[in-house]
């Protein structure tokens, strides 16, 4: 059971971390232009703006995570199933990472002026 | 004869009698094995795919000259409407899941689909749903307002009938769909042949595993729409209408986040099946297959991510259409993965050309030039100049046409010789092919170009003063062209039907297990299941001492078990280690009868006899009912059964192990959807109202209310204690307690209910009165489900008490237990967002 909970984790854990990140910088993206969410700000940074870092480091945070184990099976010489679940969970969170962070981009430098 | 050749020919006459499909014309809607209902699903959809083509051309008549009256813009606009949703709802994914549904056993090994009886229902909803589409046309009341029914366009206002027959058929397409979805999703996850992991399944069923969730959730999510939109046209509510406080961009929102990833659900299983056709031709495995099935992966994702991009031009804040623009470009990423292994797979391969790969490398070319402009398109400054012209018009095309029609086509004439037994005419295929080729160049490139010279889509005419008049004639012409090349496939088919040469087994020398069988397989495929130890088990032979003995072992006890019903073995999501047994339903009217009742339902609301309308849905839930229960024969049946013993596997799984587990996660997937699509809508709306609550709606009162969740919560305790009770073995104390939380759940929902039937506003006040009446619908009826579900527990407990640890019962608690933690979770946060949340946000 734990070997299947880790291998979905593997194989999925970039994913939720993606889905998580849409939809909560999504909601801070569109609704705090409207909802005065670029009002306070601490350090030059909006309310939101932060909002945002914070969420992109915790969603990074999950995919690195992910990968950690993948990254382990690969050292330690796993083969067959294991390897295969290992390799594609490691590429595939490699492309969440990077998609998360080419999301999070654009509306940082845009949430200054909605 | 040798005595294991008789066990097999004695083995075999059982099991064409337990598995023979009925026969005449009475049992042939009775009939629920995969293969005829896969046949169906692709004839039904051929025949909309040719009246579909047909409107085209007409459309493609009116353009051909400028300022053209062949056709005025009333019939232009139904045209259209018409030619989008039959091609998007009726055509290419039905016919993508009537292919599946006929592969997917012998692809992954094993005897039948998980739900069979779900197959029919999907087909007979799918198929009801196509005839109300065009049953608009007997009405003269066809739709009018695009196929995505973009309000304030498609309100009562604005459009008649027409959106109604489009709406309740397009509920039935979705209804069918998610069916199709979760039957395919668990079909892959349990129901591989033994042996085959994660990392031995083909690509086809990765592309489909993926797809199916994908459908699950987003023709969820367009159900909910719809019921929501068809709420505002017949009952008057105000989500979609700018004067009752809603908000048309709303729909939009709802719609795309269902319309983007449509796209990819039918792109995906395209891939699957080019990912099938090339490395057969190229001789060799797929390049990268872990690259793949990331790009399947990652791909199915993202496409959740990208609906904003159909909406750039709508004025939506900067910030938001950012990171969709970002979105947008990394699936270009993935998508090109994918072609970069197929090009590697063929490089230096020396194919022989046939048919089937002629289609899949125009598929590539045209493919490719379609995600080129659909990077161009995603980019925000240029969307909002393409945005509607007909630049988008060939993009669509190049992405729909090039990337799904194509590996269709490839796909029809590969698997050809296992459907029908008979080899397509080469020839007439290559003809088909380069007609079809060149026809679709022809008619949508010089699209681009009238595009980007402003020719606006979805207008009837234009003035010559535009100067694309040359180049739509051409695509008038090539429109034809391509029309002939469809006409040829068919003709290509029928001929293969009724005099094609007999096919040799394999005929295309392929490695994936469906080829291990002919047309003339028996309806249960596999007497004894393959144990599978590569990806392409037919061109790998395994030496004996690398074999695995318990799996062999297990293989050969199912050629003689079980004998007395249909089973295929349930094995594990990851390993493909078998786990359980699992009976597999037989012939029954059910799906028929539910699906009649379910068009008759529809059809009186169509008619606005709401009575009629809700006697039929009563019988449509009763017939519901009744296929789901247990029926103690069955029961019976397993309970004596050696199987146990002979095989050392379960007959009655339990947990995750069992398909009516996962058949629980796919409903309440589908549950997750709808309620966060209303929970969105809410604070949508909520966001864009100067006031909340709008006009002159006091805010929600807050004790009673509580009272009335607190009670639902309450249920908690007693159904734990039941849980706990029943594990251990005190049937009496868990009935009481299960009747203990149907009785909470019981006053619980009628309270909810008194919140709407007392309130002192309607929900056609205004958008805030609509969503706090639907949304107390919403979560009575989920209540109400729950309490089914409850009974169902208590009654099984009750007739099961002799020996009521029985794996079906503890499955039962199992699904039970899913099924009302759920409720619980969500009647939490409905009480927040309706009863709290005005008071706070």
């Given amino acids: ?114 | 004869m040798s005595e294991n050749s008789e066990t097999w020919d004695k083995q075999r006459k059982i099991f064409e009698r337990v598995w023979r499909a009925p026969t005449g014309f009475r049992d042939w809607f009775a009939t629920v094995n995969n293969q005829p209902f896969g046949n169906r699903f692709m004839l039904a959809s051929m025949i909309f795919f040719f009246l579909g083509g047909i409107i085209a051309l007409l459309m493609r008549v009116q353009l051909a000259v400028p300022d053209n009256d062949f056709i005025g813009p009333e019939v232009y606009n139904q045209l259209f409407t018409m030619h989008g949703s039959t091609m998007m709802y009726i055509v290419l994914l039905p016919f993508l899941e009537g292919l599946t549904i006929y592969l997917l056993p012998l692809v992954l090994g094993t005897r039948e689909m998980a739900f069979p009886r779900m197959s029919a229902f999907s087909f007979w909803v799918f198929f009801f749903g196509g005839l109300l589409f065009y049953a608009s046309f007997l009405f003269n009341a066809v739709p009018d307002a695009g196929w995505f029914v973009y309000p304030p366009l498609s309100s009562s206002k604005y459009s008649g009938l027409g959106v109604d027959f489009l709406l309740v058929g397009l509920g039935f397409i979705e209804i069918a769909g998610i069916g199709a979805g979760a039957e395919i999703a668990v079909t892959i996850l349990k129901f591989r042949a033994p042996g085959m992991s994660l990392s031995k399944m083909p690509l086809f069923a990765w592309a489909w595993l993926v797809t199916a969730f994908m459908i699950i959730i987003a023709f969820s999510a367009l159900f909910g729409a719809t019921v929501l939109i068809e709420f505002d046209r017949a009952l008057g509510t105000r989500f979609f209408d700018p004067d009752g406080g809603g908000n048309v961009l709303l729909w939009q929102h709802l719609f795309w986040f269902f319309g983007h990833p449509d796209v990819y659900i039918m792109f995906i299983p395209a891939t699957g099946f080019v990912s099938m056709i090339i490395p057969t031709f190229a001789k060799r495995p797929i390049a990268g297959y872990s690259l793949v099935v990331m790009a399947i992966v990652v791909t199915g994702f993202l496409s959740f991510g990208l609906w904003v991009h159909h909406m750039f031009a709508t004025g939506l804040p900067p910030v938001a259409s950012g990171f969709f623009v970002a979105a947008s470009l990394m699936i270009g990423l993935a998508s090109g993965t994918q072609v970069f292994a197929w090009i590697a797979t063929l490089w230096r391969s020396r194919p022989e050309i046939k048919t089937p790969l002629l289609y899949v490398l125009g598929f590539l070319a045209l493919f490719v030039i379609g995600g080129f402009t659909g990077v161009m398109v995603a980019v925000l400054p240029f969307d909002l100049q393409a945005h509607d012209t007909y630049f988008v018009v060939a993009h669509f095309h190049y992405v729909l046409i090039g990337g799904v029609v194509f590996p269709i086509l490839g796909a029809l004439h590969y698997w050809l010789p296992l459907i029908l037994g008979k080899m397509p005419s080469e020839r007439l295929g290559k003809w088909s092919f380069w007609l079809i080729f060149t026809g679709f160049n022809i008619t949508f490139f010089p699209m681009h170009v009238s595009g980007l010279k402003g020719m606006a889509r979805r207008v009837y005419t234009y003035s010559e003063n535009l100067d694309v008049g040359w180049l739509n004639m051409v695509s008038t012409v090539g429109s034809f062209v391509l029309g002939t090349g469809f006409v040829l496939v068919a003709l290509n088919v029928f001929i293969t039907y009724r005099r094609g040469k007999e096919a040799p087994k394999n005929p295309w020398g392929s490695g994936s297990l469906e080829w291990s069988n002919t047309a003339d397989m028996p309806n249960y495929v596999y007497l004894q299941p393959p144990v599978v130890y590569s990806r392409e088990p037919l061109w790998e032979k395994t030496p004996e001492s690398e074999k695995d003995a318990e799996l062999e072992k297990l293989s050969k006890a199912m050629i003689s078990t079980p004998a007395e019903w249909r089973a295929a073995l349930i094995t594990d999501v990851i390993s493909g280690r078998p786990q359980a047994i699992q009976r597999v339903a037989g012939p029954t009217y059910i799906p028929i009868i539910a699906a009649i009742f379910l068009f008759i339902t529809s059809i009186a609301t169509l008619g606005q006899s709401y009575i009629a309308a809700l006697v039929t849905l009563a019988l449509f839930l009763i017939t519901v009912l009744y296929w789901v229960w247990p029926q103690d024969e069955g029961l019976r049946k397993f309970r004596v059964s050696d199987v146990p013993q002979r095989t050392g596997l379960s007959v009655e799984p339990t947990g995750t192990a069992s398909s009516g587990w996962w058949a629980m996660a796919s409903v309440l997937a589908v549950l997750t959807t709808i309620f966060g699509l209303l929970f969105y809508s809410y604070f949508y709306i909520r966001l864009y109202s100067p006031a909340w609550p709008q006009g002159e709606i006091a805010k929600p009162e807050t004790l009673y209310s509580a009272i009335a969740y607190g009670i639902l919560l309450l249920s908690a305790v007693p159904y734990f204690l039941a849980v706990r009770t029943f594990k251990d073995g005190n049937a009496r104390k868990t009935i009481s307690l299960l009747f203990a939380t149907a009785f909470c759940g019981l006053v619980s929902m009628i309270w909810i209910l008194l919140f709407s039937i007392n309130a002192e506003f309607s929900p056609k006040l205004n958008a805030y009165g609509s969503l706090f009446h639907v949304l107390t619908w919403h979560m009575a009826i989920l209540i109400g489900g729950g309490l089914a579900i409850l009974a169902g527990a208590i009654v099984h407990v009750i007739k099961s008490r002799v020996n009521y640890q029985h794996g079906y019962i503890v499955s039962q608690m199992q699904i039970t237990s899913l099924y009302w933690w759920f409720t619980l979770v969500v009647g939490a946060l409905m009480y927040l967002v309706l009863h709290l949340s005005p008071y706070i946000l």
């Fill in chain 1, 1 to 114: 059971m734990k070997q299947q909970l880790t291998s979905t984790f593997i194989l999925l854990g970039g994913a939720i971390a993606w889905t998580l990140h849409l939809f909560i910088t999504y909601t801070i993206g569109e609704f705090s232009c409207v909802a005065a969410g670029t009002v306070f700000s601490f350090l030059g940074l909006t309310a939101a703006a932060w909002g945002l870092i914070a969420v992109t480091i915790a969603c990074l945070a999950i995919s690195v995570l992910a990968l950690w184990p993948a990254w382990g099976w690969m050292k330690g010489g796993a083969k067959g199933n294991r390897l295969f679940v290992a390799r594609t969970g490691l590429i595939t969170n490699a492309v969440f990472i990077v998609t998360i962070v080419a999301q999070a981009l654009p509306p940082f430098f845009l949430m200054r002026g909605c």
